[in-house]
Protein backbone atom coordinates (compact mmCIF):
# COMPACT_ATOMS: atom_id res chain seq x y z
CA UNK A 1 0.00 0.00 0.00
CA UNK A 2 3.32 2.15 0.71
CA UNK A 3 4.54 1.48 -2.45
CA UNK A 4 1.61 2.27 -4.42
CA UNK A 5 0.73 5.53 -2.47
CA UNK A 6 4.46 6.54 -3.37
CA UNK A 7 3.93 5.59 -6.89
CA UNK A 8 1.06 8.05 -6.98
CA UNK A 9 2.50 10.49 -5.49
CA UNK A 10 5.33 10.46 -7.96
CA UNK A 11 3.07 10.07 -10.95
CA UNK A 12 1.38 13.28 -9.56
CA UNK A 13 4.50 15.44 -9.05
CA UNK A 14 5.89 14.21 -12.10
CA UNK A 15 3.07 15.09 -14.22
CA UNK A 16 3.54 18.68 -12.70
CA UNK A 17 7.67 18.72 -13.07
CA UNK A 18 8.61 16.33 -15.60
CA UNK A 19 8.83 18.90 -18.58
CA UNK A 20 11.13 21.60 -15.91
CA UNK A 21 13.29 19.03 -15.03
CA UNK A 22 14.08 18.07 -18.24
CA UNK A 23 14.68 21.00 -20.04
CA UNK A 24 16.67 22.21 -17.27
CA UNK A 25 18.60 18.88 -18.23
CA UNK A 26 18.29 19.87 -22.07
CA UNK A 27 20.35 23.02 -21.02
CA UNK A 28 23.31 21.00 -19.70
CA UNK A 29 23.06 18.05 -22.66
CA UNK A 30 21.65 19.91 -25.41
CA UNK A 31 19.87 17.43 -26.59
CA UNK A 32 16.14 16.50 -26.03
CA UNK A 33 16.13 12.54 -26.15
CA UNK A 34 19.29 12.19 -23.73
CA UNK A 35 17.92 15.02 -21.18
CA UNK A 36 14.53 12.59 -21.08
CA UNK A 37 16.60 9.38 -20.92
CA UNK A 38 18.87 11.27 -17.97
CA UNK A 39 15.48 12.67 -15.89
CA UNK A 40 13.79 8.80 -16.34
CA UNK A 41 16.59 7.73 -14.53
CA UNK A 42 15.97 10.14 -11.79
CA UNK A 43 12.47 8.74 -11.84
CA UNK A 44 13.50 5.46 -11.57
CA UNK A 45 16.11 6.11 -8.79
CA UNK A 46 12.77 7.83 -7.01
CA UNK A 47 10.85 4.62 -7.07
CA UNK A 48 14.05 2.68 -5.81
CA UNK A 49 14.56 4.92 -3.00
CA UNK A 50 11.27 6.67 -1.99
CA UNK A 51 8.95 3.66 -0.85
CA UNK A 52 12.13 2.72 2.13
CA UNK A 53 13.30 6.32 2.88
CA UNK A 54 10.10 8.39 2.13
CA UNK A 55 8.61 10.87 -0.19
CA UNK A 56 11.26 13.73 0.28
CA UNK A 57 10.32 17.10 2.12
CA UNK A 58 10.71 18.66 -2.01
CA UNK A 59 10.00 15.64 -4.11
CA UNK A 60 10.32 18.16 -6.90
CA UNK A 61 13.93 19.46 -6.05
CA UNK A 62 14.93 15.79 -5.39
CA UNK A 63 14.36 14.94 -9.01
CA UNK A 64 15.64 17.91 -10.56
CA UNK A 65 19.05 17.19 -8.47
CA UNK A 66 19.35 13.75 -9.33
CA UNK A 67 18.76 14.42 -12.78
CA UNK A 68 21.21 17.19 -12.94
CA UNK A 69 23.48 14.75 -11.15
CA UNK A 70 22.86 12.19 -13.94
CA UNK A 71 23.67 14.92 -16.26
CA UNK A 72 26.64 15.95 -14.81
CA UNK A 73 27.79 12.45 -14.60
CA UNK A 74 27.02 11.72 -18.33
CA UNK A 75 29.51 14.85 -19.10
CA UNK A 76 31.95 14.06 -17.41
CA UNK A 77 32.15 10.42 -18.52
CA UNK A 78 31.70 11.92 -22.07
CA UNK A 79 34.88 14.23 -21.35
CA UNK A 80 36.90 11.69 -19.78
CA UNK A 81 36.42 9.24 -23.11
CA UNK A 82 37.16 12.39 -24.99
CA UNK A 83 40.48 13.05 -23.06
CA UNK A 84 41.37 10.09 -23.63
CA UNK A 85 41.90 10.30 -27.40
CA UNK A 86 42.63 13.94 -27.04
CA UNK A 87 39.34 15.27 -28.58
CA UNK A 88 37.91 17.71 -26.09
CA UNK A 89 35.86 20.44 -27.82
CA UNK A 90 35.08 23.92 -26.50
CA UNK A 91 31.58 23.34 -26.49
CA UNK A 92 31.83 20.50 -24.04
CA UNK A 93 34.44 22.93 -22.00
CA UNK A 94 31.50 25.57 -21.91
CA UNK A 95 29.21 23.35 -20.69
CA UNK A 96 31.21 22.01 -18.03
CA UNK A 97 32.12 25.70 -17.05
CA UNK A 98 28.61 26.14 -16.73
CA UNK A 99 28.18 23.34 -14.51
CA UNK A 100 28.97 24.03 -10.65
CA UNK A 101 28.03 21.64 -7.86
CA UNK A 102 24.92 23.69 -6.77
CA UNK A 103 24.50 24.76 -10.38
CA UNK A 104 23.63 28.70 -9.60
CA UNK A 105 26.04 29.69 -11.66
CA UNK A 106 24.45 27.62 -14.38
CA UNK A 107 20.90 29.08 -13.50
CA UNK A 108 22.05 32.68 -13.04
CA UNK A 109 23.59 31.95 -16.74
CA UNK A 110 19.97 30.60 -17.96
CA UNK A 111 18.22 33.95 -16.37
CA UNK A 112 20.24 36.61 -18.15
CA UNK A 113 19.52 35.54 -21.74
CA UNK A 114 16.48 36.94 -23.29
CA UNK A 115 13.59 34.98 -21.63
CA UNK A 116 15.82 32.83 -19.15
CA UNK A 117 12.93 30.10 -19.58
CA UNK A 118 14.18 26.52 -19.98
CA UNK A 119 10.83 25.15 -21.09
CA UNK A 120 9.89 27.92 -23.76
CA UNK A 121 13.21 27.03 -25.04
CA UNK A 122 12.87 23.46 -24.76
CA UNK A 123 9.61 24.29 -27.19
CA UNK A 124 11.07 25.92 -29.68
CA UNK A 125 13.77 23.16 -29.97
CA UNK A 126 11.43 20.46 -30.06
CA UNK A 127 9.49 22.54 -33.23
CA UNK A 128 12.54 22.73 -35.15
CA UNK A 129 11.78 23.25 -38.90
CA UNK A 130 13.53 19.67 -39.24
CA UNK A 131 10.53 18.18 -37.56
CA UNK A 132 7.36 17.72 -39.43
CA UNK A 133 4.30 20.07 -37.62
CA UNK A 134 2.33 16.50 -36.69
CA UNK A 135 6.24 15.40 -35.04
CA UNK A 136 6.64 18.73 -33.53
CA UNK A 137 3.25 18.58 -32.32
CA UNK A 138 3.42 14.98 -30.38
CA UNK A 139 7.05 15.58 -28.97
CA UNK A 140 6.47 18.62 -27.46
CA UNK A 141 3.33 17.60 -25.76
CA UNK A 142 5.16 14.14 -24.49
CA UNK A 143 8.18 16.48 -22.81
CA UNK A 144 6.08 19.80 -21.98
CA UNK A 145 2.69 18.41 -21.58
CA UNK A 146 3.83 14.96 -19.39
CA UNK A 147 1.02 13.34 -21.18
CA UNK A 148 1.27 9.82 -22.45
CA UNK A 149 1.38 8.25 -25.53
CA UNK A 150 -2.19 7.30 -25.89
CA UNK A 151 -3.22 10.82 -24.55
CA UNK A 152 -1.59 12.03 -27.43
CA UNK A 153 -3.55 10.45 -29.98
CA UNK A 154 -6.44 11.02 -28.46
CA UNK A 155 -5.66 14.91 -28.34
CA UNK A 156 -4.58 15.02 -31.91
CA UNK A 157 -7.12 12.37 -33.52
CA UNK A 158 -4.55 9.88 -34.67
CA UNK A 159 -3.98 6.13 -33.92
CA UNK A 160 -1.47 5.37 -30.92
CA UNK A 161 1.12 3.89 -32.70
CA UNK A 162 1.60 6.54 -35.00
CA UNK A 163 1.88 8.90 -31.98
CA UNK A 164 4.65 6.91 -30.76
CA UNK A 165 6.85 6.25 -33.62
CA UNK A 166 6.59 10.18 -34.68
CA UNK A 167 8.15 10.80 -31.14
CA UNK A 168 11.18 8.68 -31.76
CA UNK A 169 11.66 9.56 -34.83
CA UNK A 170 11.55 13.47 -33.70
CA UNK A 171 14.07 12.57 -31.20
CA UNK A 172 16.25 10.80 -33.18
CA UNK A 173 16.24 13.60 -35.77
CA UNK A 174 16.98 15.89 -33.74
CA UNK A 175 20.15 14.21 -32.05
CA UNK A 176 21.21 13.53 -35.74
CA UNK A 177 20.94 16.92 -36.79
CA UNK A 178 22.68 18.49 -33.86
CA UNK A 179 19.71 20.89 -33.03
CA UNK A 180 21.17 23.54 -31.15
CA UNK A 181 18.92 23.74 -27.48
CA UNK A 182 18.35 27.31 -27.97
CA UNK A 183 15.86 30.42 -29.30
CA UNK A 184 15.67 31.36 -32.34
CA UNK A 185 16.08 34.99 -33.02
CA UNK A 186 14.80 37.67 -35.99
CA UNK A 187 13.75 35.86 -39.35
CA UNK A 188 13.92 32.15 -37.75
CA UNK A 189 11.51 32.79 -35.20
CA UNK A 190 8.56 33.16 -37.39
CA UNK A 191 8.77 29.80 -39.59
CA UNK A 192 8.59 28.26 -35.88
CA UNK A 193 5.65 29.88 -34.35
CA UNK A 194 2.92 28.43 -35.82
CA UNK A 195 3.74 25.02 -34.66
CA UNK A 196 4.58 26.50 -31.19
CA UNK A 197 0.81 28.06 -30.86
CA UNK A 198 -0.48 24.47 -31.78
CA UNK A 199 1.44 22.92 -29.25
CA UNK A 200 0.79 25.75 -26.52
CA UNK A 201 -3.14 25.47 -27.01
CA UNK A 202 -3.30 21.16 -27.15
CA UNK A 203 -1.42 21.72 -23.86
CA UNK A 204 -4.38 24.08 -22.26
CA UNK A 205 -7.04 22.09 -23.77
CA UNK A 206 -6.05 19.20 -22.30
CA UNK A 207 -5.82 21.00 -19.14
CA UNK A 208 -8.95 22.99 -19.65
CA UNK A 209 -10.89 19.39 -20.51
CA UNK A 210 -8.34 16.13 -19.68
CA UNK A 211 -8.88 13.34 -22.56
CA UNK A 212 -8.71 10.91 -20.01
CA UNK A 213 -8.35 9.93 -15.61
CA UNK A 214 -10.57 10.97 -12.80
CA UNK A 215 -10.30 14.49 -13.50
CA UNK A 216 -12.25 17.04 -15.66
CA UNK A 217 -9.70 19.62 -16.16
CA UNK A 218 -5.95 19.24 -14.90
CA UNK A 219 -5.26 23.49 -14.23
CA UNK A 220 -1.36 22.73 -14.07
CA UNK A 221 -1.81 22.46 -17.46
CA UNK A 222 -3.73 25.42 -18.50
CA UNK A 223 -1.59 27.55 -15.94
CA UNK A 224 1.41 26.36 -17.92
CA UNK A 225 -0.23 27.24 -21.11
CA UNK A 226 -0.96 30.32 -20.16
CA UNK A 227 2.14 31.09 -18.39
CA UNK A 228 4.01 30.11 -22.01
CA UNK A 229 1.76 32.34 -24.07
CA UNK A 230 2.00 35.45 -22.43
CA UNK A 231 6.39 35.04 -22.12
CA UNK A 232 5.48 34.59 -26.34
CA UNK A 233 3.94 37.72 -26.71
CA UNK A 234 6.24 39.70 -24.81
CA UNK A 235 9.00 38.04 -27.57
CA UNK A 236 6.78 38.42 -30.37
CA UNK A 237 5.05 41.84 -29.67
CA UNK A 238 3.86 42.60 -33.42
CA UNK A 239 2.18 38.93 -33.93
CA UNK A 240 -1.38 38.93 -33.64
CA UNK A 241 -1.84 35.29 -33.67
CA UNK A 242 0.53 35.44 -30.27
CA UNK A 243 -1.84 37.97 -28.57
CA UNK A 244 -5.13 35.92 -30.00
CA UNK A 245 -3.77 32.82 -28.45
CA UNK A 246 -3.31 34.06 -25.11
CA UNK A 247 -6.67 35.99 -25.32
CA UNK A 248 -8.13 32.85 -26.00
CA UNK A 249 -6.90 31.12 -23.78
CA UNK A 250 -7.39 33.79 -20.81
CA UNK A 251 -10.86 33.81 -21.60
CA UNK A 252 -11.63 30.70 -21.59
CA UNK A 253 -9.59 29.77 -18.52
CA UNK A 254 -11.74 32.63 -16.65
CA UNK A 255 -14.56 30.25 -16.41
CA UNK A 256 -12.69 27.15 -15.03
CA UNK A 257 -14.21 28.16 -11.09
CA UNK A 258 -17.48 27.80 -12.45
CA UNK A 259 -16.97 24.56 -14.74
CA UNK A 260 -17.14 22.04 -11.64
CA UNK A 261 -19.51 21.44 -8.72
CA UNK A 262 -17.88 20.51 -5.11
CA UNK A 263 -17.24 17.53 -6.29
CA UNK A 264 -15.36 17.98 -9.02
CA UNK A 265 -18.63 16.61 -11.85
CA UNK A 266 -19.06 19.01 -14.95
CA UNK A 267 -21.07 21.89 -15.21
CA UNK A 268 -21.93 22.77 -18.98
CA UNK A 269 -21.53 26.23 -20.29
CA UNK A 270 -25.32 26.88 -20.38
CA UNK A 271 -25.71 26.32 -16.68
CA UNK A 272 -22.38 27.85 -14.99
CA UNK A 273 -22.85 30.56 -12.49
CA UNK A 274 -21.61 33.76 -14.76
CA UNK A 275 -20.35 34.86 -11.16
CA UNK A 276 -17.83 32.76 -10.49
CA UNK A 277 -16.46 33.38 -13.73
CA UNK A 278 -12.88 35.51 -13.18
CA UNK A 279 -13.43 38.93 -14.03
CA UNK A 280 -9.52 39.73 -14.13
CA UNK A 281 -8.73 37.41 -16.67
CA UNK A 282 -11.55 38.47 -18.77
CA UNK A 283 -10.34 41.87 -18.86
CA UNK A 284 -7.03 40.22 -19.65
CA UNK A 285 -8.56 38.19 -22.63
CA UNK A 286 -10.37 40.99 -23.99
CA UNK A 287 -7.18 43.40 -23.52
CA UNK A 288 -5.04 40.52 -25.82
CA UNK A 289 -7.61 40.23 -28.14
CA UNK A 290 -7.70 44.00 -28.47
CA UNK A 291 -4.25 43.86 -28.97
CA UNK A 292 -4.88 41.23 -32.17
CA UNK A 293 -7.47 43.45 -33.52
CA UNK A 294 -5.07 46.50 -33.57
CA UNK A 295 -2.43 44.90 -35.68
CA UNK A 296 -4.77 44.65 -38.92
CA UNK A 297 -5.41 42.02 -41.26
CA UNK A 298 -7.40 39.37 -41.17
CA UNK A 299 -7.72 37.76 -38.10
CA UNK A 300 -6.39 33.88 -37.64
CA UNK A 301 -7.47 30.91 -36.24
CA UNK A 302 -6.77 31.92 -32.54
CA UNK A 303 -8.43 35.13 -32.38
CA UNK A 304 -11.24 34.33 -34.77
CA UNK A 305 -11.52 31.76 -31.65
CA UNK A 306 -10.87 34.60 -29.33
CA UNK A 307 -13.63 36.59 -30.85
CA UNK A 308 -16.12 33.79 -30.14
CA UNK A 309 -14.80 33.88 -26.15
CA UNK A 310 -15.75 37.10 -26.05
CA UNK A 311 -18.87 36.66 -27.02
CA UNK A 312 -20.01 33.82 -24.09
CA UNK A 313 -17.69 36.79 -21.75
CA UNK A 314 -19.41 39.81 -22.33
CA UNK A 315 -22.78 38.26 -21.95
CA UNK A 316 -24.54 38.23 -18.98
CA UNK A 317 -26.47 34.87 -19.34
CA UNK A 318 -26.67 31.95 -22.10
CA UNK A 319 -29.68 33.69 -23.56
CA UNK A 320 -27.73 36.80 -24.21
CA UNK A 321 -24.97 35.46 -25.78
CA UNK A 322 -24.97 36.97 -29.61
CA UNK A 323 -25.22 33.51 -30.87
CA UNK A 324 -25.50 34.93 -34.68
CA UNK A 325 -22.26 36.90 -34.63
CA UNK A 326 -20.85 33.49 -33.09
CA UNK A 327 -21.87 32.05 -36.30
CA UNK A 328 -20.53 33.97 -38.44
CA UNK A 329 -17.07 33.75 -36.62
CA UNK A 330 -17.48 30.22 -37.27
CA UNK A 331 -18.27 30.39 -40.96
CA UNK A 332 -15.32 32.58 -40.64
CA UNK A 333 -12.79 30.39 -39.14
CA UNK A 334 -13.92 27.62 -41.44
CA UNK A 335 -12.35 29.73 -44.39
CA UNK A 336 -8.94 29.48 -42.34
CA UNK A 337 -8.85 26.76 -41.02
CA UNK A 338 -11.22 24.03 -41.90
CA UNK A 339 -11.54 20.84 -39.98
CA UNK A 340 -14.52 18.58 -38.82
CA UNK A 341 -13.96 19.92 -35.29
CA UNK A 342 -14.61 23.60 -36.23
CA UNK A 343 -17.94 22.14 -38.32
CA UNK A 344 -19.14 20.15 -35.00
CA UNK A 345 -18.28 23.14 -33.16
CA UNK A 346 -20.40 25.47 -36.06
CA UNK A 347 -23.28 23.15 -35.70
CA UNK A 348 -23.85 23.53 -32.06
CA UNK A 349 -23.69 28.02 -32.53
CA UNK A 350 -26.25 27.42 -35.62
CA UNK A 351 -28.59 24.89 -33.62
CA UNK A 352 -28.67 27.64 -31.02
CA UNK A 353 -28.70 30.63 -33.20
CA UNK A 354 -31.32 29.15 -35.70
CA UNK A 355 -32.70 25.87 -33.99
CA UNK A 356 -32.09 21.98 -33.72
CA UNK A 357 -33.04 21.21 -36.71
CA UNK A 358 -30.55 23.23 -38.46
CA UNK A 359 -27.92 22.05 -36.17
CA UNK A 360 -28.84 18.47 -36.65
CA UNK A 361 -28.43 18.99 -40.25
CA UNK A 362 -24.92 19.99 -40.71
CA UNK A 363 -23.91 16.86 -38.01
CA UNK A 364 -25.06 14.20 -39.74
CA UNK A 365 -22.96 15.36 -42.59
CA UNK A 366 -20.02 14.56 -40.06
CA UNK A 367 -21.11 11.21 -38.88
CA UNK A 368 -18.92 9.39 -41.85
CA UNK A 369 -15.95 11.58 -41.66
CA UNK A 370 -12.48 9.31 -40.57
CA UNK A 371 -11.30 11.98 -38.08
CA UNK A 372 -14.53 12.05 -35.78
CA UNK A 373 -15.28 8.18 -35.60
CA UNK A 374 -13.86 7.70 -32.04
CA UNK A 375 -14.58 11.70 -31.01
CA UNK A 376 -17.26 10.95 -28.43
CA UNK A 377 -18.62 14.72 -28.91
CA UNK A 378 -20.29 14.19 -32.10
CA UNK A 379 -22.79 11.87 -30.79
CA UNK A 380 -22.93 14.22 -27.55
CA UNK A 381 -23.64 17.35 -29.23
CA UNK A 382 -26.62 14.72 -31.97
CA UNK A 383 -27.87 13.84 -28.93
CA UNK A 384 -28.32 17.11 -27.56
CA UNK A 385 -29.76 18.12 -30.95
CA UNK A 386 -32.15 15.27 -30.79
CA UNK A 387 -33.48 15.57 -27.35
CA UNK A 388 -34.20 19.36 -28.67
CA UNK A 389 -36.29 18.33 -31.12
CA UNK A 390 -38.30 16.22 -28.48
CA UNK A 391 -36.83 12.63 -30.14
CA UNK A 392 -35.75 11.32 -26.32
CA UNK A 393 -35.71 7.75 -27.58
CA UNK A 394 -32.66 8.19 -30.00
CA UNK A 395 -30.89 10.80 -27.89
CA UNK A 396 -30.75 8.68 -24.93
CA UNK A 397 -28.98 6.51 -27.33
CA UNK A 398 -26.42 8.80 -28.66
CA UNK A 399 -25.99 9.88 -25.21
CA UNK A 400 -25.01 6.52 -24.55
CA UNK A 401 -22.50 5.57 -27.46
CA UNK A 402 -20.55 9.25 -26.25
CA UNK A 403 -20.78 7.54 -23.08
CA UNK A 404 -19.15 4.46 -24.35
CA UNK A 405 -16.13 6.50 -26.64
CA UNK A 406 -15.35 8.76 -23.23
CA UNK A 407 -12.33 8.06 -21.48
CA UNK A 408 -12.21 11.12 -18.96
CA UNK A 409 -14.28 9.56 -16.26
CA UNK A 410 -16.44 12.41 -14.89
CA UNK A 411 -17.64 13.24 -18.86
CA UNK A 412 -18.35 9.77 -19.16
CA UNK A 413 -20.68 10.13 -15.67
CA UNK A 414 -22.25 13.07 -17.29
CA UNK A 415 -23.58 11.43 -20.46
CA UNK A 416 -24.61 8.26 -18.76
CA UNK A 417 -27.18 10.98 -16.49
CA UNK A 418 -27.92 12.51 -19.70
CA UNK A 419 -28.75 9.01 -21.22
CA UNK A 420 -30.47 8.22 -18.15
CA UNK A 421 -32.76 11.52 -18.41
CA UNK A 422 -33.60 11.24 -21.79
CA UNK A 423 -34.99 7.74 -21.01
CA UNK A 424 -37.55 9.84 -18.25
CA UNK A 425 -38.60 11.83 -20.92
CA UNK A 426 -39.04 9.88 -23.56
CA UNK A 427 -42.86 9.95 -23.08
CA UNK A 428 -42.86 13.68 -22.48
CA UNK A 429 -43.37 15.98 -25.16
CA UNK A 430 -40.65 18.99 -24.55
CA UNK A 431 -41.15 22.43 -25.39
CA UNK A 432 -38.96 23.57 -28.26
CA UNK A 433 -36.84 26.61 -26.47
CA UNK A 434 -36.03 28.29 -29.77
CA UNK A 435 -39.80 28.76 -30.23
CA UNK A 436 -41.73 31.83 -29.31
Request: glycine letters at 6%; hydrophobic letters at 45%.
Amino acid sequence: MVASLTQLSLEAIWRIEGASIIAAVARMVRDIGLAEELAQDALVAALEHWPADGVPHNPAAWLMTTARNRALDHLRRARMLLEKHDQIGHELEAQEALIVPDFVDALDAARSDQIGDDLLRLIFTACHPVLSTEARVALTLKLLGGLSTAEIARACLVPEPTVAQRIVRAKRTLTEAHVPFELPQGDALRPRLGSVLEVIYLIFNEGYTATSGGEWMRPALTDEAVRLGRVLAALAPREAEVHGLVALMELQASRAGARVDASGRPILLPDQDRSRWDRLLIRRGLAALQRAEALGGTLGPYALQAAIAACHARANTHAETDWPRIVALYDALAQVMPSPIVELNRAVAVGIAFGPAAGLEIVDSLLRHPQLARYHWLPGVRADLLARLGRHDEARAEFERAAGLAQNAQERQLLQERAMAQSRLETIKPRDPTAG
